[in-house]
Structure formats: C-alpha cells, structure tokens
T-cell receptor, first 113, second 115 residues
Framework: DVKVTQSSRYLVKRTGEKVFLECVQD?????MFWYRQDPGLGLRLIYF???????EKGDIPEGYSVSREKKERFSLILESASTNQTSMYLC????????????FGPGTRLTVT | DQQVKQNSPSLSVQEGRISILNCDYT??????FLWYKKYPAEGPTFLISISSIKDKNEDGRFTVFLNKSAKHLSLHIVPSQPGDSAVYFC??????????????FGKGTRLSVIA
C-alpha cells in the first residue's frame, strides 16, 4: 500500500512565524503535490514537483515556497504565516506515468493566530 | 476559469437509494477521469476512474458514466449507505501530457446519506 505521511495532523502558529510542513512518501513516486482545502473552494494546488530538486507553481503559490532535496520528501514552507493561511494542507504523490491516481496524506490542519 | 465543474455543492439521499453525483468539464483534451472521496480531517482517497475509451466503469456499488459528447461524467452509488457521507471530488487529466501535469479537481460535492 502507498503511504503518504505528513509531519503533523494539527498545528497552531502565530502570525509572522516561519512554518514547515513535511511530507514523506514510501513508494518511490516521482511526482509530489501540495494542496490546501478550504470550504467552498475545493482543492487548490499550491506547488508541485515532478522530480528531485524540480518545482512548479500551482494555482496559488503566493506566500509559500517548497523544497525537494530527496525523492521521498516534499516540504512546504510558509515564509511568514498569516491568518489567511489557516487551512487544511494536503500532500499527495503519484508515479509520473499511468496510472494517474494521486495518493494523499492525512492532511495538516494549520491554524494561524 | 474552472475546467472541471461540480455544480451541486451538496446532495442529500436516503439510505438504500441511488446517489448521483455530477461533473462537467470544458477541456476537450481531458481523456482520463477520477473520483475521490474525502472524510473530514482525512486526506482524499481514490474511488474509481474511467478512460475516455470507455463510457462506463463499475466497481461494486460505484459506477462512473462518461458522456464525451456532453463533456459530462457522473458517479452512481447504489445502494447508498450512511458511511458514504463524505465530500466527493471529480478530477480530470490529459493522459498524453500526464507525466508532469497535475490532476484538475472540481470543487467537490458533499453527500449526506440519511438513515
């Protein structure tokens, strides 16, 4: 079974703090993704990486950065957390070629106060 | 501009009846479609998929229908059970460019199955 793990299930941070969200997958997948989920807005893609040290902006990259130094690990960084970044953050991974199913981690509920 | 649309934010169905969740897409290059299910405080899980060479795919109580001419797909759940209560996301991809292209997700439909 594919396993995608995220470093924290719940996180509370203060405005202005630097926040690191870690994601690890154990299936040697090439592609990894970071999404945020907000009520009424669905899943919005923040960044994705199709290989080690590669990164691409998604639909809402502002205020975020990412790092992928190893194939299994994809980190999301909030440089200076703001209250509008309070959200559920979801990491996903998949193989580069078919099948196209993305496998998601359990999510991190981040609250910025 | 939304390429994948789920126009019903919510749906309520009685236990034992059929649930039909709908999804429309605008990009004619999409040729592979997936449905995901998400419970609160959990990540989405893959449910079922369909390639554009088919018009129907079945897996137990779940069937996905694809109407390419209408650019429409639907997920049927029969019979519906209370454990099916979740948010369902439709997603699409262009297989020919899929290698480094993320899935495109709809905004989701919240299904409530009432006992």
């Amino acid at each position: 079974d594919v396993k995608v793990t995220q470093s924290s299930r719940y996180l509370v941070k203060r405005t202005g703090e630097k926040v690191f969200l870690e994601c690890v997958q154990d299936m040697d997948h090439e592609n990894m993704f970071w999404y945020r989920q907000d009520p009424g807005l669905g899943l919005r893609l923040i960044y994705f990486s199709y290989d080690v040290k590669m990164k691409e902006k998604g639909d809402i990259p502002e205020g975020y950065s990412v790092s992928r130094e190893k194939k299994e690990r994809f980190s999301l960084i909030l440089e200076s957390a703001s209250t509008n970044q309070t959200s559920m953050y979801l990491c996903a991974s998949r193989r580069a070629m078919s099948p196209l199913e993305q496998y998601f981690g359990p999510g991190t509920r981040l609250t910025v106060t | 501009d939304q390429q994948v649309k789920q126009n019903s934010p919510s749906l309520s169905v009685q236990e034992g009846r059929i649930s039909i969740l709908n999804c429309d897409y605008t990009n004619s290059m999409f040729d592979y479609f997936l449905w995901y299910k998400k419970y609160p405080a959990e990540g989405p899980t893959f449910l079922i998929s369909i390639s554009s060479i088919k018009d129907k795919n079945e897996d137990g109580r779940f069937t996905v229908f694809l109407n390419k001419s209408a650019k429409h797909l639907s997920l049927h759940i029969v019979p519906s059970q209370p454990g099916d209560s979740a948010v369902y996301f439709c997603a699409a991809s262009d297989i020919r460019n899929s290698g480094n292209t993320p899935l495109v997700f709809g905004k989701g439909t919240r299904l409530s199955v009432i006992a």
